[in-house]
Structures are given as C-alpha cells and as structure tokens.
C-alpha cells in the first residue's frame, strides 16, 4: 500500500509544478473544518478548461454534473485530515486517566460522542471524473464553488476503532458525486456516494457502502425554520461477503446564524449502530451490537 501513497504524494507535486505554467486550467481547493479538513488539486486531463453550471436549481446542478461523467476529463489529488477524531485517539492513548473521566454510567464517553464517525485518522485521494464550477445566476462572487462526479481512488495506513487506532492499510473505491456553494447569503454542500473498502488486516471486514449528507445554510431565514440551516448524514456499510448490514450512521444538525456574525454555530447529534461482526479476531467485540450515540457541535465561517 505504501508505494501507491507515494505515488499519490508524487502526483500532488508534479501538478504542484504545472500550476506554476498553467494557472488557468490548474487550480487549488481547500476544505478547513474540525472534522474534515482537506486540500485538493484539481488538473485537467485535456485542454478543455473546467465548465461553470449557471443555475439556481440544486436537481439542475446534480443533472448536468451527472451527464457527462463517463468519460474523466479531470483529475483531483486530494489529502486529507480529520482533526477531533485524530485529539480523541490521543486522549485514550496519551491521557487515559483524563479520557475515562468523562464516562457516564458504563456505556457512555462523552469524548467518544464527540469524536465518532469517522474510522480512519487521514487519507490520500484521487479522483477521476469531471469538475465544474458552480454559479447562480447574476451572482458575481463566484467563490470556492465546484462540482464534481466520478470515481474516487483513496488509501491510508491507520484504522480507528472506539479511538484507538489500528495498524491496517486499507484502500477505497467509490462513485460520487459533491459539491459545495458559498455565496454570502447561501451556503450549500453535499455529497452522493457509493463503493468498496479493502483491508490488509484480517481482523477489519471488507464492506460495501452507500453514503448521503448535505449541508444548507441561508442566513436570510428565520433561525428556527427547520427546513433550511440544517445538515444530514446517512451511511450503511455491508459486508462484502455475505451481504449483511453490519455498520449504519444517521447525524442531523442545526444550524443558528448570528445577526452580524461571521460564523454560524452548528449542533449536531445521531446514533452509530454497530455489529460485532464488522470486526473479526481480537477487534471483536463479543455478540451484543453496539449503539454509540454522536455529539457534534461545530462552527461555520
């Protein structure tokens, strides 16, 4: 596994390069957030520069992303990092005494609430498909809005399990499709996908996955209308061997924008159902499945 990371490293510095000759087709995009932090590089595969989807209407936007997304016309290389499930692998291992003070009862940590979902520590990525700009009409700040739909290459060397982390290279392959809008009045994210995750430890089960959130703020709405300011995720991992669901994720959150503020506090809060046959060997955990119950406050700028 190692040598594709360095393959994907090497990529990442080669495009690096070309930014320098060709700025205007080869672009740079970031993503900071407590949870998920990521930069990407987007290069393009032919001369054609990257196309700007003008429209309003977000089923318009999935349309035409989703149209011509056979044949990649572009590829993305992407790291990234994933910072509060990173500080709660830290605690339990490097501060225990710290870490088990903020149980209650038997079946709850709050650290653990706070820093689930996310079962690897950091990954490299490639994704091949086609990317487009996203733009409303008569909005004159284009911003860091993009689309993409493809294929996604990622791999890493680390698994996180109830924060403690595992040796296990591992490798996904998955179809998406995601994109983010950030005007001032409007903030919208989403991300369709599905796919594969292979493990070298034996002891992790390969699954097949499908995954769906969105993310919507409008800062002209009242704060309390729970059809806008809200985020969502779902996912379900099944085994690859037998079929069988053995991992589901829902968050939902709410968003409260500020008059006069430039950050919006975000609450979130879901459930993580867990079998104890996603683990094999010594990472499983008896016969009894496992209900972990997730916090996430955050804050968007």
Same mark, same amino acid.
């Given at each position: 596994?190692?040598?594709?990371?360095?393959?994907?490293?090497?990529?990442?510095?080669?495009?690096?390069?070309?930014?320098?000759?060709?700025?205007?087709?080869?672009?740079?995009?970031?993503?900071?957030?407590?949870?998920?932090?990521?930069?990407?590089?987007?290069?393009?595969?032919?001369?054609?520069?990257?196309?700007?989807?003008?429209?309003?209407?977000?089923?318009?936007?999935?349309?035409?992303?989703?149209?011509?997304?056979?044949?990649?016309?572009?590829?993305? +290389?992407?790291?990234?990092?994933?910072?509060?499930?990173?500080?709660?692998?830290?605690?339990?291992?490097?501060?225990?005494?710290?870490?088990?003070?903020?149980?209650?009862?038997?079946?709850?940590?709050?650290?653990?609430?706070?820093?689930?979902?996310?079962?690897?520590?950091?990954?490299?990525?490639?994704?091949?498909?086609?990317?487009?700009?996203?733009?409303?009409?008569?909005?004159?700040?284009?911003?860091?809005?993009?689309?993409?739909?493809?294929?996604?290459?990622?791999?890493?060397?680390?698994?996180?399990?109830?924060?403690?982390?595992?040796?296990?290279?591992?490798?996904?392959?998955?179809?998406?499709?995601?994109?983010?809008?950030?005007?001032?009045?409007?903030?919208?994210?989403?991300?369709?996908?599905?796919?594969?995750?292979?493990?070298?430890? +034996?002891?992790?089960?390969?699954?097949?996955?499908?995954?769906?959130?969105?993310?919507?703020?409008?800062?002209?709405?009242?704060?309390?209308?729970?059809?806008?300011?809200?985020?969502?995720?779902?996912?379900?991992?099944?085994?690859?061997?037998?079929?069988?669901?053995?991992?589901?994720?829902?968050?939902?959150?709410?968003?409260?924008?500020?008059?006069?503020?430039?950050?919006?506090?975000?609450?979130?809060?879901?459930?993580?159902?867990?079998?104890?046959?996603?683990?094999?060997?010594?990472?499983?955990?008896?016969?009894?499945?496992?209900?972990?119950?997730?916090?996430?406050?955050?804050?968007?700028?």
């Amino acid at each position: 596994m190692r040598p594709f990371l360095l393959a994907v490293l090497a990529v990442l510095a080669c495009g690096t390069s070309q930014a320098q000759d060709d700025a205007a087709h080869a672009e740079f995009v970031y993503e900071i957030d407590p949870y998920y932090t990521d930069v990407g590089y987007n290069i393009p595969l032919t001369n054609e520069p990257i196309p700007t989807i003008e429209s309003g209407s977000e089923a318009v936007i999935y349309r035409e992303l989703i149209k011509d997304s056979v044949i990649p016309r572009y590829m993305t +290389v992407e790291a990234s990092i994933y910072p509060m499930p990173i500080l709660g692998t830290y605690l339990k291992t490097h501060h225990r005494g710290f870490y088990d003070s903020a149980a209650i009862g038997n079946n709850f940590n709050i650290i653990e609430s706070l820093t689930a979902g996310f079962q690897e520590p950091w990954a490299v990525s490639v994704f091949f498909g086609n990317v487009a700009k996203l733009k409303r009409p008569g909005e004159k700040r284009i911003g860091n809005n993009y689309g993409y739909t493809g294929y996604l290459v990622s791999a890493g060397e680390k698994h996180i399990k109830n924060n403690t982390m595992v040796d296990d290279d591992w490798i996904e392959l998955e179809w998406k499709i995601k994109g983010q809008l950030d005007y001032i009045d409007k903030k919208l994210s989403w991300s369709f996908r599905g796919g594969a995750k292979y493990h070298r430890n +034996v002891e992790v089960n390969d699954v097949y996955y499908i995954g769906l959130s969105r993310s919507n703020t409008e800062l002209h709405s009242p704060g309390l209308d729970w059809l806008d300011n809200t985020t969502a995720e779902f996912r379900m991992h099944f085994l690859q061997n037998t079929g069988k669901l053995v991992r589901t994720e829902f968050i939902a959150g709410k968003k409260i924008p500020l008059s006069g503020k430039s950050f919006i506090p975000v609450i979130s809060a879901g459930f993580i159902w867990t079998s104890p046959e996603e683990y094999a060997g010594t990472l499983r955990n008896g016969t009894a499945d496992t209900l972990t119950f997730v916090i996430r406050p955050s804050i968007e700028f």
